[in-house]
């Protein structure tokens, strides 16, 4: 159907529409109060930003779903960003899933852990984090002032004698019965107030404590409690007072760069500024500053453990007073958005927009240096190898087995220097049979350039593949099939780092310090990660499907589920008798076989 026809049949109710190109991917979200009115302003309108016009040339179809608010509409249309990550939305740059702290509220003796993913699993979870240096920093320190256990659940039921942290008074030693179930939970519940940023309350009591054992000369305890006191007094001295009432805040402020912008949250927690992270936006061209508050707002808040009760901005954001109530619905409590006009509130969000330049600024001169040494790798591996033009786009291939078994190969690519990890593949190899790295080179290469893969990836500008004279030979023999020998293509060969190529008979030898050299061994280096650990993941499921084999009433189909769920040897053997029934595939009577051929 013609879209503007199908545009004409839209509802005109509140929802949320999908645009998607020719292959049906999805490549922008947006919600409307009017779905008609909002769809039909994209097709018969002409002044758009530069970024909508390019969209629209994309647009093949789009589908839509009919919400019952506004609300309902913003609520829907992050969870669909958040899921597709959609080309050309507002985005955070380089977006992954940003790192929390999870406190597992739902064992019996809870764990302080690192995800990057929320579950409704009755944990708590504090975060996102931009910075993961800082926040391994951070965990490196709580384990000192706080020490939980960090065993598994496995290890934790099975554990006969006190561990290495218990020793050295990292852990509290629960396992052993060391610590009584209720003083553990006290130490949890001054955990939980220390990452909420009420380190003074924490300290006042590690106070007390001390105190208390020094007067009943329990000296090593207080020694030990002293050490804590110190450690929440650093963290205490980083912190400034801002004194905004006392109540728990957010304070966001937006920095604009040519591309990209920077958003500085200021995390306020009882009258202090506990932290602060730097967010960066990318793709920002054609958008208004209040349209790029907005939706760094809606994309970070709902990731967010927590939302406070007050968000202050630097600037307007557009749709405030609907962020406002959607926050609120989602937090369950009230929370208000708004740009403060004086006062103390207005300093500080004057203080976060002077810091998200100063972040913007620094991270912008970073970014000029590193397309600086790239732009000089990919030149200089020009020159040096004679190349027709710049090698934008590489391709580099390895090989792993073991004589032979499990035999798998690597491609991996670079596009401008960097890693396009959307378009690594691997191969399991399905020709040869026996140790013969130069067969199971021609074999890879031919898949790669022949076939569906041939017409769904561009060609490289250059070749390189892990290995001396005889991998390239066996590579180049089949581009030359193919009548691909027009693309440049080199062997590297590890130990003493030279480079074959077929016009010539001595290999090429750069420097070791050349930016050449090191952007091909990054490329042969990754090469051999990727193949290796795909070699590793399938020898694995090697060992753990000859265990299977052993256990009576475990066929293909329960074998599946088995090395589906669990991957390795050594995580089916961590698991429990009631992980095993977990399982749909597996009865009492089969689980318990497996559980004692595997436990003895």
Same mark, same amino acid.
């Given at each position: ?22 292959? /049906?991917?999805?490549? $922008? ?79 019996? $003796? ?19 984090? @931009? ?46 019965? @060391? ?27 590690? %106070?007390?404590?001390?105190?208390? &054992? ?12 002293? /050490? ?8 205490? &001295? ?25 958003? %500085? ?25 209040? %349209? ?75 970014? &000029? ?35 032979? %078994? ?17 378009? $690594? ?90 930016? &050449? ?16 650990? $795909? ?46 029934? @977990? ?9 318990? @076989? ?7």
């Amino acid at each position: 159907m013609d879209l503007e026809k199908k545009v004409e049949l839209l509802p005109e109710q509140p929802g949320v529409y999908l645009m998607k190109d020719h292959r /049906d991917n999805i490549i $922008y979200v947006g919600k409307a109060v009017n779905l008609k009115n909002r769809v039909r302003s994209y097709f018969r309108g002409q002044d758009h930003p530069a970024k909508v016009k390019a969209m629209l040339e994309h647009v093949q179809d789009f589908e839509y779903i009919v919400t019952s608010s506004e609300i309902e509409a913003l609520s829907l249309e992050c969870n669909f960003i958040k899921t597709h990550q959609p080309r050309y939305n507002i985005l955070l740059r380089d977006d992954k899933q940003y790192p929390y702290l999870k406190l597992t509220l739902n064992e019996e $003796y809870p764990r302080l852990l690192v995800t990057r993913r929320i579950k409704n699993d009755g944990a708590r979870y504090f975060g996102p984090y @931009a910075d993961v240096g800082a926040l391994n920093e951070t965990l490196q320190l709580l384990k000192k002032i706080f020490p939980l256990r960090t065993c598994s659940p496995h290890d934790f039921a099975r554990r006969e004698r006190p561990c290495l942290n218990f020793h050295i008074k990292r852990c509290l030693g629960p396992c052993q019965k @060391a610590v009584s179930s209720a003083k553990y939970q006290e130490l949890v519940q001054e955990l939980i107030l220390f990452l909420e940023g009420r380190q003074d309350v924490i300290l006042k009591r590690l %106070q007390e404590r001390m105190e208390i &054992a020094a007067q009943e000369l329990r000296f090593e305890d207080a020694a030990q409690l002293r /050490d804590q006191a110190t450690a929440v007094e650093r963290v205490l &001295a980083k912190q400034t007072v801002v004194s905004l009432g006392g109540e728990d805040q957010d304070v966001v402020a937006l920095a604009r760069g040519v591309a990209e912008a920077c958003v %500085q949250v200021f995390q306020v927690r009882d009258g202090k500024l506990t932290g602060r992270e730097s967010f960066f936006l990318k793709d920002t061209e054609g958008y208004e500053r209040a %349209q790029l508050v907005s939706a760094f707002l809606k994309e970070y808040y709902s990731r967010a453990a927590v939302v406070p009760p007050c968000i202050i901005l630097a600037e307007e954001a557009q749709e405030q007073e609907l962020l406002s109530r959607y926050f609120s619905e989602c937090s369950g409590h009230k929370v208000t958005v708004y740009v403060p006009k004086r006062g103390a509130k207005k300093a500080l969000a004057n203080l976060a927009a002077e810091n998200a330049v100063l972040a913007l600024r620094e991270a912008e001169e970073l970014w &000029a240096q590193r397309v600086a040494r790239t732009e000089g790798a990919l030149a200089a591996l020009q020159l040096a190898l004679d190349l027709p033009r710049l090698p934008q786009r590489i391709e580099g291939f390895d090989i792993s087995n073991i004589q032979g %078994q499990e035999a798998v190969a690597s491609m991996v690519v670079f596009v401008e220097g960097k890693p396009l990890k959307s378009e $690594y593949r691997r191969f399991r190899i399905r020709t040869v049979f026996q140790a013969n790295d130069f067969a199971m080179m021609k074999e890879v290469v031919k898949r790669r350039y022949s076939g569906t893969l041939r017409d769904k990836l561009p060609l490289p500008d250059l070749i390189l593949i892990d290995g001396g004279k005889g991998q390239l030979s066996a590579a180049r023999s089949v581009l030359a099939g193919l009548g691909l020998s027009m693309i440049p293509t080199f062997g590297l060969a590890e130990k003493e780092e030279e480079l074959y190529t077929e016009e010539q008979a001595d290999p090429i030898r750069l420097p070791r310090d050349s930016v &050449a050299l090191q952007l091909l061994q990054q490329v042969r280096d990754e090469a051999h990660r990727f193949a290796l650990n $795909y070699h590793r993941t399938l020898h694995r499921r090697s060992a753990l499907r000859s265990e299977l084999d052993e256990v009576p009433g475990i066929g293909p189909r329960r074998r599946q589920a088995l090395i589906k769920h669990f991957g390795s040897l050594k995580k089916l053997r961590e698991a429990s008798l009631e992980e095993l029934l @977990a399982i749909p595939e597996l009865n009492r009577p089969v689980a318990e @076989a497996l559980y004692h051929h595997l436990h003895g």
